[in-house]
């Protein structure tokens, strides 16, 4: 089984500063690497809400935090949910909250879940294998012109036209079977210079709307302000500028929050050495603070959702 290493963990602790009897939430389990260090510090009697759309992940998280017993709680599904799956609990407020963005290594070197250009597997690209469409799916329900705009929005992906064209007309032949054929597809428009894979962005961008990474990202952050105590602490971590922006964004116009990172805390070398996934982690944090301008500014906004 593949050893996630959590990503910037001292950092992460360092602004949750997890309290005997604080109630956390840790919106992207995983592997239970975060939940981990944060019922540790918490101890004995913090309590961890990990929530995941990966039922795989949440089997591994929850052996791996068995020791803990009762201080964790489980739920699986969607991060945008996090306010129903509170009120579900019977918790009306939080501590603190993190979400560390993108994929675990158990998706990522798992051929069979599609998410890397690396191995070959099926084009399923789905946190949650049990619903949604999977990236084949998608790639055949939207036209040339939308798909290729997905590829642009999402990957950022300057031969996004090409590489559409290019995608339609290998699935309409039958040859874009998986993972592989996709990749040499995209090495074909693309060539393969540089460092980075050429296939990176047109994966991520399948991977963004497979999963609806965006809006998932959207709900979160408009729900966790009326989840947090006073002076609890919301940290994000992300893994591209699409996700940073959004963050970054609502740290800093939310009234209900202060934002606690001017610019983004990046993983220092020796991190980088021994954990390459962290490569483009950028983490912000922000605390619940009272609103500019008074209470009343905090009921307007939560009335508005
Ligand atoms: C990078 S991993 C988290 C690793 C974890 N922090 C650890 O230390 O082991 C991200 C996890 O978040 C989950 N995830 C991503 N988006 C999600 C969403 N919208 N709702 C629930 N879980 C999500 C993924 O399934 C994945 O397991």
């Known amino acids: 089984m593949p050893a ?114 690396r191995l070959d597997g099926p084009l399923d690209m789905r946190m949650d294998r049990g619903s949604g469409l999977s990236a084949l799916e998608w790639i055949q329900r939207l036209n040339e012109e939308a798909l290729s705009e997905v590829l642009f929005r999402y990957g950022e992906e300057p031969k996004a036209r090409a590489i559409a064209r290019a995608i339609k007309r290998a699935h309409a032949q039958g040859a874009l079977r998986g993972t592989r054929d996709l990749a040499e597809l995209v090495w074909k428009v693309k060539g393969r210079r540089g460092r980075r894979d050429p296939a990176t962005q047109v994966f991520q961008a399948l991977r963004i709307l497979t999963n609806d990474e965006l809006g998932e990202l959207e709900r979160w952050l408009l729900a966790v302000p009326g989840l947090l105590k006073l002076g609890g602490v919301v940290v994000a971590i992300a893994f591209h500028s699409l996700e940073d922006r959004l963050i970054k964004r609502a740290f800093r116009s939310d009234p209900r929050l202060e934002p606690l990172t001017r610019k983004p805390l990046v993983p220092g070398e020796g991190e980088l050495r021994e954990n390459p996934r962290a490569r483009s982690a950028r983490l912000r944090a922000a605390r619940r603070s009272e609103a500019k301008g008074g209470e009343g500014v905090v009921h307007r906004v939560e009335e508005k959702k």
């Not at 939080?94 to 250009?117: C, T």
């Open 4 to 117: 996630h290493i959590p990503v910037l963990k001292r950092e992460v602790l360092n602004w949750l500063a997890p309290k005997p009897g604080g109630i956390y939430v840790d919106s992207t389990l995983g592997l239970g690497g975060h939940a981990e260090a944060i019922l540790e510090a918490s101890a004995p009697h913090g309590v961890l809400i990990g929530i995941d759309r990966d039922t795989e992940a949440l089997a591994i998280a929850r052996e791996r935090l068995r020791r803990f017993g009762g201080r964790v709680l489980f739920v699986h599904g969607c991060f945008g949910e996090i306010r129903n799956h509170l009120r579900g609990l019977g918790i009306e407020g939080v501590d603190g909250v993190i979400a560390d963005l993108g994929v675990s290594s158990l998706q990522l070197e798992d051929a069979e879940r599609g998410f890397s250009f």
